[in-house]
């Protein structure tokens, strides 16, 4: 927004004036540990994905074939996201053949992914 400074004097409006626009952008949140590229599973393994961001309060959103990755209230769960600290985890409990695809996780300025 543009924020201004104006001096009265006895009742001059406008006498003197200065002015700034200031431009507030979102932090810049990044991987310091990302996706292994590939993995490879059987069925009825477990699959985790983590990753570790820079900043303790970056959120991530994870992504199967470019699909975001929904958790839905089961009475037998598989998927789950958890975080703690800067740690940010993908746990799929006994995965099926229709596990497979491409996983990906995103913060406001960074993305990996494994195939």
């Given at each position: 927004?543009?924020?201004?400074?104006?001096?009265?004097?006895?009742?001059?409006?406008?006498?003197?004036?200065?002015?700034?626009?200031?431009l507030?952008?979102?932090f810049?949140?990044k991987f310091?540990?990302?996706?292994?590229?590939?993995?490879?599973?059987?069925?009825?393994?477990?699959?985790?994905?983590?990753?570790?961001?820079?900043?303790?309060?970056?959120?991530?959103?994870?992504?199967?074939?470019?699909?975001?990755?929904?958790?839905?209230?089961?009475?037998?769960?598989?998927?789950?996201?958890?975080?703690?600290?800067?740690?940010?985890?993908?746990?799929?409990e006994?995965?099926?053949?229709?596990?497979?695809?491409?996983?990906?996780?995103r913060?406001?300025?960074?993305?990996?992914?494994?195939?």
């Amino acid at each position: 927004g543009y924020y201004d400074c104006r001096i009265t004097k006895f009742g001059k409006e406008g006498a003197d004036v200065t002015g700034c626009n200031v431009l507030v952008e979102e932090f810049p949140h990044k991987f310091s540990r990302k996706l292994a590229e590939n993995l490879e599973l059987t069925e009825r393994e477990d699959l985790l994905l983590q990753v570790t961001t820079t900043e303790k309060d970056a959120a991530v959103s994870w992504y199967k074939d470019d699909k975001p990755v929904s958790i839905e209230r089961k009475r037998q769960q598989r998927l789950f996201i958890s975080c703690s600290d800067c740690t940010h985890q993908l746990k799929i409990e006994k995965v099926k053949l229709t596990d497979a695809g491409v996983y990906s996780v995103r913060t406001n300025r960074d993305v990996s992914r494994c195939l």
